[in-house]
């Protein structure tokens, strides 16, 4: 019997974002567990919805069809613009060298990735265009590079390709949402951060818990804000095509919250009411943002990953959790900052930078905030990291042409 395929269009799929959060939430409440491990309610909720559908689709009552793109480039870019405008001037500086340091541990770790898809693949006998679809192509790059380097493996022969790239890029979101809060949760007890007076011994930027009242007022200032710097940020990425560079919105967006909390520095109107209006801000952003892209997964293309494939993915988790607990956690300082950078390491390097955030963030609730961790792993994830996991990638793919084409 054909599947019936039923669209939701842009609005449905918030509806169903949404619930999927409030669904999250109530797990979260029935069951302590998820909150111990740092278990996202967005990730949770849009799990289980992405579960059901799975469901119907098998049981071949129906194939979901979801319009969320525009919204969700929305979220997202209004997350980033709320990112940038939490970055302070003192924070940019002394986020300047980790800046550069991680940006080198995004890169190494990329071309690990594909060194292990090529190694391990390798020793199974796979073809190594098809292992490379399992590395930083998909797991560092996400569906969006997923989709934009497959097609070469294809024109090389290799016709599963886009396939297996696919899959991998959701199999890493998944992987990465449910190892990124028990993986920070893990870190932060190990190595006793939960104290904040750890943090003031080591000159680390984070925020104890407080109170801060917002009103009406404050909280649609903060809002008119964001979506200025989402204005600033579009005539930014125009401006930046018009010169051949190609940076992504988000990014720009991200540069355009910089530079209104530049001006609010410097005019002196940041105030904590107005910083925690602007946090509410990206909050919200986040979630929604997280959840759609869960909710409208299809998870029935894992069922086309053979075992071999499903042995180079585990590698590949195996060696993000190794990799950036004994360098990222240790070489960003050892701290509950660096902690927390980790795990979003992990999260841009098994699935996306929305992925890092949420669960980072999720961390940050169980103990406390880090303002530097929330600016620099969007900078490398979001930017730096897309460019250097490029060139990764091409020479790479060098390389397993000329493998593919000696077997």
């Known amino acids: 019997m054909e599947r019936m395929v039923i669209e939701f269009g842009m609005f449905e799929t918030l509806l169903l974002g949404v619930l999927a959060i409030y669904l999250g939430d109530f797990m979260r409440k029935k069951f302590p567990v998820l909150v111990k491990y740092c278990l996202p309610s967005a990730v949770v909720g849009g799990t289980i919805v992405s579960i059901i559908t799975m469901i119907l689709y098998y049981a071949g009552i129906m194939e979901p069809s979801f319009d969320f793109k525009t919204v969700n480039t929305l979220f997202y870019c209004l997350f980033f613009a709320a990112s940038g405008a939490a970055a302070s001037l003192s924070l940019l500086k002394q986020g300047g060298k980790l800046v550069v340091i991680f940006a080198a541990l995004a890169a190494l770790l990329a071309a ?33 590079n997923a989709a934009s380097f497959a097609p070469i493996a294809v024109e090389a022969g290799q016709t599963a390709a886009m396939e297996v790239a696919i899959a991998s890029a959701t199999f890493g979101l998944i992987a ?6 028990p993986y920070g949760n893990f870190i932060v007890k190990k190595f006793g951060f939960e104290d904040p007076e750890l943090d003031n011994q080591q000159n680390t930027l984070v925020d104890t818990a407080k109170t801060v009242l917002m009103n009406k007022k404050t ?51 940041v105030t904590d009411s107005l910083l925690e209006a602007i946090d509410t801000v990206g909050d919200f952003s986040l979630a929604l943002f997280v959840s759609m892209s869960i909710v409208s997964m299809k998870l029935w293309q894992l069922a086309d990953l053979g075992p071999q494939l499903i042995v180079l993915l585990l590698a590949q988790v195996v060696l993000v959790l190794v990799f950036t607990y004994f360098l990222t956690f240790r070489l960003l300082g050892k701290n509950y900052d660096s902690a927390v950078m980790a795990v979003g390491h992990l999260g841009f390097s098994t699935g996306a930078v929305p992925v890092s955030m949420t669960t980072m963030k999720t961390v940050c609730d169980k ?15 979001g930017f730096i990291s897309n460019i250097s996991n490029a060139l990764i990638i091409t020479k790479f793919l060098d390389i397993a042409i000329k493998m593919s084409a000696g077997m």
């Open 112 to 144: 690990c990735q594909n060194a292990v898809a090529l190694g391990v693949g390798g020793l199974m006998g796979v073809n190594p265009l098809i292992s490379m679809m399992t590395g930083s192509i998909p797991m560092t790059g996400g569906h969006g």
């Open 176 to 181: 990465g949402s449910l190892i990124g809060g």
């Open 219 to 269: 909280m649609i200032s903060s809002v008119n804000m964001m979506v200025l710097a989402c204005g600033i940020g579009q005539l930014i990425f125009l401006g930046l095509q018009k010169v051949g560079a190609n940076i992504p919105i988000h990014v720009c967006c991200m540069l355009g919250g910089i530079l209104v909390r530049v001006f609010l520095d410097k005019t002196g109107r």
């Open 367 to 381: 103990y406390r905030f880090s303002k530097l961790a929330f600016f620099v792993v969007p900078v490398i994830g």
